[in-house]
C-alpha cells in the first residue's frame, strides 16, 4: 500500500460518532447498549474498523479476540472470558486495574482438573453466590460449599497449586491482585514456562463436561459481567467515567456465534440491570439469532412473520436490513437511551466516490485526475479491492495515456503460498475461498446473467444435484455477496466486484469448454427469448457481439414516422437501451476503443441503423470501467443522442438531456 493511504475511509460516522455515544455514561450510570456488529463480504474493511476503534479507546479498558485464531485452538467460551477480563483488567491509569473476583473463582472450581462430586450442585451454589451480588469475603460459607463439591483436592498426578490456590481464594481474593496471586503459586510444574496467570493454566488442562458445557459456560458470562457492573461501583464510579469495550473479530465463526449467544442470554438474565460493556463485532456472514428482529436482504414489507421478543428494540422498524454508516447519525442521539437492542447491525463495503477521491489524493495523485472514478467504477466502492488496485494502478498511471490503467487487474503479484499469479487471479481466489470448488465454477457460470436466476434453471447452470441450486443462492446470501435490487419483482443480484472478477473468469474459460462464455451466453439468450424477455435476450446478444439483432430490437420505435415518439416512449426506451448496453464483453484490452467500436459499429446498412450502430457500441464500451478509461468514446455517444433525437418528437428532448452527460 503506498504511503499516506489510511488504512479505513467511509466510516467516519462509527469510529467517531457511534463509538463516543456508545462509551458515554450519563450521570455515571449504565445503559442497556446493543451487541454492535459490522457486517460485509470478505474485504468490506471490518477488522480495519476495529483496529481503529482500538487505537482510539488505547487509554481506556478494552480488549479484542479474533475468534478465527482461537477457533484453530478450540478454545471454550470460558477461556475466551478468562482472556477478555486479563485484558480488560490491565492497568490504565485514569481506571486502574478492573478486578474479576467472581470469574477466577468460577475458573478455579468449575474448570478445575478434577471431577466433581456433585457438578449440577456446584453449579447451583455458584449461581446463587452470583445472584447475591455482594464482595466474595461476605459469602464464605457459601464458598466453602462449592469447594467441598470438588473431589478430591490436588488428587494423585493432579495439577500442583490447586489447593493454594482454594486457599487464596476463601481468605478473600479481594486481597490480592493476579500478580500476587501469581507469586503465590509456586507448585506449578517445571514444564509448563512462564504462563499468565494459574487460573488459565488450570482451564488448559480442564477436560471439561459436554453435558454441562452450556450451563458452565452461562455461569461464567453472568460471573463477568457481574465484575464488571461492580468494578463502576463504589468508590471506583467517580474515575471510572467511560464503559469498557470488546472489540470481537469474525465473529461468523461456530465459536463466535456461540459466545454472542451465550452473552446476549447472560444480558438477558440480569433482568434488565445495564452493564459497563461496549461490544463491537464483526461478521462476514448472517447470524440465524438475527432472524429474530431483523432481515437480510429483503425489503421492508410490513409485520415480521414472527412475533419479534418483547425485549428487541429496532427503533420503531419492524424487520429492518442491516443499516449502514450513512444512518448511524440519525439512528443515534446523544444522551438518549439507545432505541436499538440486543442487536445494532451495521452493513460495510462500500465506499462513495468521495472516499475514493480520499483515499487517491492521500496516496499523492491528484483528486480531479480520471484514476478515482475509474477505481469506483471498476470496484463499486468494495474497500478491498480499492485499496489494492490503487496500489497496482497508482504505479500504471498516467494522465497522457489513460488506458494503461486497464492492464492493472493483470499486474503480476506473489499469491500466499509464494506462487506468481495476476491481481486477478488473487482477487478470485481471496474473495471465494469460503465457497468449495465446484460452487465456485457453479458461481463463474452463473455470473453470465444480469441477476442469480440462473442458479434456479438447470438448461443454463449444472448444477450437481437437485439440492444445490437452493444452497448455492442461500450460502451466497449468507456470505452477504447478494444485493437486492427493488423494482416491480424482487431481483437479487451478485455484488459487483464479485461479478467482474467471475466474468474475467468466464471469458477466460477455453474454446472446448462446454460452457465457455459463448455457450453460457447462447443458453442464456434462447431462454430468455424462448419466455418472452426479448430486452434479457438482446442483452445476451450484445454480450455475444450480436449488434445487428440489438439495433433490430432497439429501432422500432423509430421506424413508424407515423408513431409519435413521446416522452413515455423514450423513457421507456432508454430504459431498454440501459439494460442491454449494460452487457459484459470480452473485448481484447490491447486494442484501444475507438478500434473496438469501428470493428464492430462499422457494418450496419441505412442511417438509423448506422447511428444506432455506433450509439450502443460506444454505450456497450462505454459501461466497462475497463473499456475506455480515458472516455474517449464520450463525444461519440454524445453525437449519436442528439442525431438520433433529430425530429423524434416531444421525447427528444430526454435524447437530448442524455447526450448532456457525455458533454
Not at 129 to 154: F, H, K, M, S, Y
Not at 237 to 252: C, I, M, Y
Not at 638 to 658: D, K, N, P, V, Y
Request: charged content about 25%; proline content about 6%.
Amino acid at each position: 500500500m503506498p504511503a499516506g493511504i489510511p488504512r479505513i475511509s467511509g466510516l467516519g460516522s462509527i469510529t467517531g460518532g457511534l463509538v463516543e455515544e456508545l462509551l458515554t455514561r450519563p450521570k455515571g450510570h449504565s445503559r442497556a447498549l446493543p451487541v454492535v456488529v459490522a457486517l460485509g463480504a470478505r474485504g468490506a474493511g471490518k477488522s480495519a474498523l476495529l483496529d481503529s476503534i482500538a487505537e482510539r479507546c488505547e487509554e481506556i479498558p478494552h480488549a479484542y479476540l479474533d475468534f478465527e485464531r482461537h477457533e484453530r485452538e478450540n478454545i471454550q467460551p470460558r477461556e475466551l472470558l478468562a482472556n477478555l477480563a486479563f485484558d480488560l483488567g490491565r492497568h490504565r491509569k485514569q481506571f486502574g486495574r478492573l478486578a474479576f473476583p467472581r470469574l477466577w473463582l468460577c475458573m478455579l472450581v468449575l474448570s478445575a482438573p478434577v471431577e466433581l462430586r456433585d457438578r449440577r450442585a456446584a453449579l447451583r451454589k455458584i449461581r446463587e453466590l452470583l445472584l447475591e451480588n455482594q464482595p466474595l469475603e461476605q459469602n464464605r460459607e457459601t464458598i466453602v460449599d462449592v469447594v467441598r463439591l470438588v473431589g478430591g483436592v490436588a488428587p494423585a498426578g493432579g495439577l500442583k497449586g490447586w489447593s493454594e490456590a482454594t486457599d487464596l481464594l476463601l481468605r478473600g481474593l479481594g486481597w490480592y491482585n493476579r500478580r500476587r496471586l501469581l507469586g503465590k503459586i509456586k507448585a506449578l510444574p517445571a514444564n509448563t514456562g512462564n504462563h499468565e496467570d494459574f487460573l488459565i493454566e488450570i482451564a488448559k488442562h480442564s477436560r471439561g463436561d459436554d453435558e454441562d458445557r452450556a450451563a458452565v459456560d452461562s455461569i461464567f458470562c453472568d460471573a463477568f459481567l457481574t465484575d464488571l457492573r461492580l468494578a463502576y461501583q463504589g468508590v471506583n464510579r467517580s474515575r471510572r467515567t467511560l464503559n469498557s469495550v470488546v472489540l470481537l473479530d469474525n465473529a461468523h465463526t461456530p465459536g463466535g456465534q456461540v459466545f454472542l449467544r451465550t452473552l446476549t442470554e447472560a444480558r438477558h438474565r440480569s433482568g434488565g440491570e445495564p452493564d459497563p460493556l461496549v461490544v463491537i463485532a464483526t461478521s462476514r456472514r448472517w447470524n440465524p439469532d438475527w432472524n429474530e428482529s431483523w432481515s437480510l436482504l429483503t425489503p421492508q414489507r410490513g409485520t415480521p412473520r414472527r412475533r419479534r421478543p418483547s425485549g428487541h428494540r429496532t427503533d420503531g422498524l419492524p424487520a429492518p436490513s442491516p443499516r449502514r454508516p450513512s444512518d448511524v447519525e440519525s439512528d443515534w442521539t446523544a444522551g438518549q437511551d439507545p432505541r436499538w437492542y440486543p442487536w445494532y447491525l451495521l452493513e460495510l463495503g462500500t465506499l462513495s466516490e468521495d472516499d475514493v477521491v480520499d483515499i487517491v489524493a492521500r496516496g499523492d495523485i491528484h483528486p480531479t485526475s480520471r484514476l478515482p472514478r475509474f477505481l469506483y467504477r471498476l470496484t463499486d466502492g468494495h474497500p478491498g479491492a480499492v485499496t489494492t488496485l490503487f496500489g497496482a494502478s497508482a504505479q500504471l498511471y498516467d494522465s497522457r495515456d489513460p488506458t494503461a490503467l486497464r492492464a492493472s487487474l493483470r499486474t503480476g503479484v506473489t499469491a500466499e503460498d509464494g506462487t506468481e499469479t495476476t491481481l486477478l487471479a488473487a482477487a478470485q481466489s481471496y474473495l471465494l475461498q469460503d465457497l468449495p470448488s465446484p460452487s465456485r465454477q457453479d458461481l463463474v457460470t452463473a455470473s453470465a446473467a444480469r441477476d442469480v436466476e440462473t442458479l434456479f434453471h438447470k438448461n443454463i447452470v449444472d448444477l450437481r444435484n437437485a439440492t444445490e441450486e437452493g444452497a448455492l443462492f442461500k450460502e451466497l446470501g449468507d456470505l452477504l455477496w447478494l444485493r437486492a435490487e427493488p423494482g416491480e419483482e424482487l431481483q437479487y443480484v451478485l455484488h459487483p466486484w464479485l461479478r467482474r472478477i467471475l466474468l474475467q473468469e468466464l471469458a477466460s474459460r477455453a474454446e472446448h469448454h462446454p460452457l465457455n462464455w459463448e455457450r453460457v451466453h447462447t443458453r442464456c439468450r434462447d431462454f430468455y427469448e424462448k419466455h418472452g424477455q426479448r430486452v434479457s435476450a438482446r442483452y445476451h446478444d450484445l454480450a455475444l457481439e450480436n449488434v445487428a439483432a440489438v439495433v433490430a430490437h432497439l429501432s422500432r420505435p423509430f421506424a413508424d414516422d407515423q408513431v409519435e415518439f413521446d416522452v413515455a416512449a423514450a423513457e421507456a426506451w432508454l430504459a431498454e437501451l440501459d439494460v442491454i448496453t449494460a452487457a459484459p464483453n470480452r473485448l481484447d484490452p490491447a486494442v484501444a476503443p475507438y478500434e473496438q467500436l469501428e470493428a464492430h459499429a462499422g457494418n450496419a446498412d441505412g442511417e438509423l441503423e448506422t447511428t444506432l450502430s455506433w450509439l450502443v457500441v460506444a454505450l456497450w464500451i462505454a459501461a466497462d470501467p475497463l473499456g475506455d478509461p480515458g472516455e474517449t468514446v464520450n463525444s461519440t455517444i454524445e453525437g449519436g443522442f442528439h442525431q438520433l433525437a433529430h425530429g423524434r418528437g416531444r421525447g427528444s428532448i430526454l435524447l437530448h438531456e442524455r447526450a448532456e452527460r457525455y458533454r
